[in-house]
């Protein structure tokens, strides 16, 4: 995948909508430019503005990116799908790549952690999870991406591990399941930022690890976005 000829530095734009915050940033050879704010559900009136303003900044055209990553989720149906939208366009219109990242191996990578289970509230009772251990840098995923009730936690190996994500403020009652006997931390105020997303956008990019525009897609995980009236009941 080729770079900026100029520089020989990758620049990477990243899009994170997953969950109620909306951020952005851009990766030039590492060097990262970041932007946020809490969205509601604004995601798509204020994402591409954001972006402008970033690259204004920066003193870039869209044209002048190498690669477009974002989040993938598991998170808000709509916000992933708004953070996939916009990075397919813009893929497409500067033939660029596309570069799915994970949400919750983004929370990892916040985390600072080399033992890490992330929990993300998911509505309707549950949570999604994952857990990730450091292999310098990189991560191995040991549990993949899944969801389940707070209290159902697959069982992780040994112990050390530390927890982070919105599921373990919104559920204490999962460290009362197989948590309590494995997870010796639990780390709050744990966000999915772009910032995260271009950190591991641009080791992705060197890996290789990219999509076509056309390609590229979200992880949603679960195939139901509301409880039915009688589930409420």
Not at 55 to 64: F, H, K, P, V
Not at 87 to 112: K, R
Request: net charge negative.
């Amino acid at each position: 995948m080729p770079v900026n000829r100029a520089t020989d530095q990758p620049r990477i734009l990243a899009l994170e909508t997953s969950t109620e915050y909306c951020s952005v940033a851009l990766s030039v050879g590492g060097d990262i430019r970041t932007s946020g704010k809490p969205a509601g559900q604004k995601h798509s009136e204020m994402l591409l503005p954001m972006v402008d303003a970033l690259l204004r900044q920066a003193e870039l055209e869209t044209a002048d990116l190498d690669a477009i990553a974002f989040g993938a989720g598991p998170g808000s149906f709509t916000g992933l799908r708004i953070a996939c939208g916009v990075a397919q366009g813009l893929a497409f219109a500067i033939e660029c790549a596309c570069i799915p990242v994970g949400s919750l191996e983004a929370l990892a990578e916040a985390s600072g952690a080399k033992r890490v289970v992330v929990c993300t509230d998911a509505r309707m009772g549950q949570v999604y999870h994952a857990a990730f251990e450091r292999d310098g840098e990189d991560w191995v995923e040991v549990v993949p991406p899944g969801l389940c009730d707070p209290d159902a936690l697959p069982e992780l190996p040994g112990g050390g591990w530390l927890g982070c994500g919105s599921g373990f403020d919104r559920y204490p009652q999962i460290m009362s399941g197989p948590c309590k006997r494995t997870v010796t931390e639990v780390r709050r105020g744990v966000t999915s930022h772009a910032r995260e997303i271009a950190l591991l956008g641009a080791r992705y990019l060197s890996a290789g690890r990219v999509f076509p525009s056309s390609e590229a897609a979200p992880v949603y995980v679960r195939n139901k976005v509301a409880l039915t009236m009688e589930e409420q009941k």
